[in-house]
T-cell receptor, first 112, second 110 residues
């Protein structure tokens, strides 16, 4: 699995967009970019994933650069409940037994 | 209600004892996973199973064992051979590129 690099922590004002960056310069052609988040002492929650096109769902948007070496998760209007650790993961998923490798993630603090 | 259940939420054991953590899912997912999380760290994969009666070691399988006799159940045994068993244990199942996680069991070995 390709390795990812994320900033250890970020702050965001409530109501503003939170933009969480992720570098994955060694990503291979069949690997997806996944984002999960973990609120303190709970199990991680799936947010979104993509291969090369930008993706949007009810929780967030995922912007992947054209060379696929980096991506950004966007929470359009952050709330206090979005305070969590956000994990960016690169995986071929089914080609790798569905395994996901979680790094240390970015701790996002949404402040009033 | 569909989902993944793990019990108990908190578990205490004496050093040297084996302990089994429960994981049950009613989502009809084929694949299931066990992860360990230490304070301030990401998740590390212990074992995974893609189908009933089959499972593979993850990155930190030493000192752990699993079974997958039923699709719904994937129990994890923490044996006395695991040197640092105190941790937060998370079970997951997956379908269509998405993993669903249970609430976790916090194991403390005294």
């Amino acid at each position: 699995d390709a390795k990812t690099t994320q900033p250890p922590s970020m702050d965001c004002a409530e109501g503003r967009a939170a933009n969480l960056p992720c570098n994955h310069s060694t990503i291979s052609g069949n690997e997806y970019v996944y984002w999960y988040r973990q609120i303190h002492s709970q199990g991680p929650q799936y947010i979104i994933h993509g291969l090369k096109n930008n993706e949007t769902n009810e929780m967030a948007s995922l912007i992947i650069t054209e060379d696929r070496k980096s991506s950004t998760l966007i929470l359009p209007h952050a709330t206090l409940r979005d305070t969590a650790v956000y994990y960016c993961i690169v995986s071929g998923f089914y080609n790798q037994g569905g395994k996901l490798i979680f790094g240390q993630g970015t701790e996002l603090s949404v402040k009033p | 209600d569909g989902g993944i259940t793990q019990s108990p939420k908190y578990l205490f054991r004496k050093e040297g004892q084996n302990v089994t953590l429960s994981c049950e899912q009613n989502l009809n997912h084929d694949a299931m996973y066990w992860y360990r999380q230490d304070p301030g760290q990401g998740l590390r994969l212990i074992y995974y199973s893609q189908i009933v009666n089959d499972f593979q070691k993850g990155d930190i399988a030493e000192g752990y064992s699993v079974s997958r006799e039923k699709k719904e159940s994937f129990p994890l045994t923490v044996t006395s051979a695991q040197k640092n068993p105190t941790a937060f244990y998370l079970c997951a199942s997956s379908i269509n590129n998405e993993q669903f996680f249970g609430p976790g069991t916090r194991l403390t070995v005294l």
